[in-house]
């Protein structure tokens, strides 16, 4: 069922951009890519989400390639509190019109000061 | 109010007792769900309840028993469960089942002895 693939963990210093990649290879035209991420102890918090065009919003870039094979979440600042879990999802269709979040195994990133 | 709340936030339960996790929101969302996340795992879903009605059961063990009294209420009933039970539990809710818009709760921690 797996439709995603993060690297484990990544690091970056504070105040520099974090990029966080996600490999989606077998997507269909119609699966949206959807990036929430996992503070410690918290649920998952929404962050942007787009289905071909790149999305910008006040919390982060989403870049879509060109064949929707991969995607980068962009923090253009990261922070000491954008340490945290990245999931990167992709929702998916299902027979009875409704859809299903499936979600990657995240990317464990650590914002260093 | 754009919150999703779950009580209570920790539970420790033996095998033959029977609890309830509550989970409630007041944003008019039709749609809400239950997952389950184990340690440094995605989380997996197990119920989507559309507009008051159960409309996917993850092939869920009959000892999970979910209830849907009203559109804000969703509640998980427990019972008999296995020590391998004890996770971490989300509610979430969206707008309609499938879209955009998934906001979770903060989950209930669930110890089973």
């Known amino acids: 069922d797996a439709k995603t693939t993060q690297p484990p963990s990544m690091d970056c210093a504070e105040g520099r951009a974090a990029n966080l990649p996600c490999n989606h290879s077998t997507i269909s035209g119609n699966e949206y890519v959807y990036w929430y991420r996992q503070i410690h102890s918290q649920g998952p918090q929404y962050i942007i989400h787009g289905l071909k065009n790149n999305e910008t919003n006040e919390m982060a870039s989403l870049i879509i390639t060109e064949d929707r094979k991969s995607s980068t979440l962009i923090l253009p600042h990261a922070t000491l509190r954008d340490t945290a879990v990245y999931y990167c999802i992709v929702r998916v269709p299902r027979m009875d019109s409704s859809y299903k979040l499936i979600f990657g195994s995240g990317t464990r990133l650590l914002v260093r000061p | ?113």
């Open chain 2, 1 to 113: 109010d754009t919150e999703v709340t779950q009580t209570p936030k920790h539970l420790v339960m033996g095998m033959t007792n029977k609890k309830s996790l509550k989970c409630e929101q007041h944003m008019g969302h039709r749609a809400m769900y239950w997952y389950k996340q184990k340690a440094k795992k995605p989380p997996e879903l197990m119920f989507v309840y559309s507009y008051e009605k159960l409309s996917i059961n993850e092939s869920v063990p009959s000892r999970f028993s979910p209830e849907c009294p009203n559109s804000s209420l969703l509640n998980l009933h427990l019972h008999a469960l296995q020590p391998e039970d004890s996770a971490l539990y989300l509610c979430a809710s969206s707008p309609v089942a499938g879209g955009y818009g998934y906001t979770f709760g903060s989950g209930t921690r669930l110890t089973v002895v």
